[in-house]
């Protein structure tokens, strides 16, 4: 079975701290994916990655960064931590392009920011 | 934007029924996929189906689309306590490696 881990489910950090949360897959898949779950607004994509060391922006980067150094790992990163961005994060990963790119999803990371 | 938009928001209903949740999107596809979350949780890949495909089965789910209406229903036949969980569609519109997700139907089973 595919296995996508993140390193907590929960976290508490204070403002203006600087965050990590990294998530790891067991499939040997190209792509991963951060995304924010807010109540009402749903999934949104932060960025993505399709190689190593390669990323893409997703639908509200701002005040995030990623990290891809390995093919299994991708962090996130929130250089400076804002209340507003307290949220659920998931991570996930699916096969290279030319499949069918069902994604695969960690448990979540529930950050607060106070 | 959002590409696909669920419906409807909530359903609530007893064990042994029905449940039918329907999405629309926007732009052509090239499959749409449906997700489950238990509460709290990660998401969970229930069923994929192609453009070019109009019905679909898996176990106690059967999923339809429509490409002409630019829609989708999902039907969980024969409910039970443990199917509640919100319900999310997701499409791919042609980047092989992107989904955009709807905002997801949140399904109670009452026992």
Redesign the interface.
Known sequence: DVK?TQSSRYLVKRTGEKVFLECVQDMDH??M?W?RQDP????R?IY?S?DVKMKEKGDIPEGYSVSREKKERFSLILESASTNQTS?Y?C?S?P???V?????????T?LTVL | SQQGEEDPQALSIQEGENATMNCSYKTSINNLQWYRQNSGRGLVHLILIRSNEREKHSGRLRVTLDTSKKSSSLLITASRAADTASYFCATDVGSNYKLTFGKGTLLTVNP
């Open positions: 996508v190209e792509n994916f995304y009402g607004l749903g999934l994509l993505f399709y659920m998931l996930a699916s290279g392009q030319g069918l790119n069902e994604q695969f999803f960690g448990p979540g529930r």
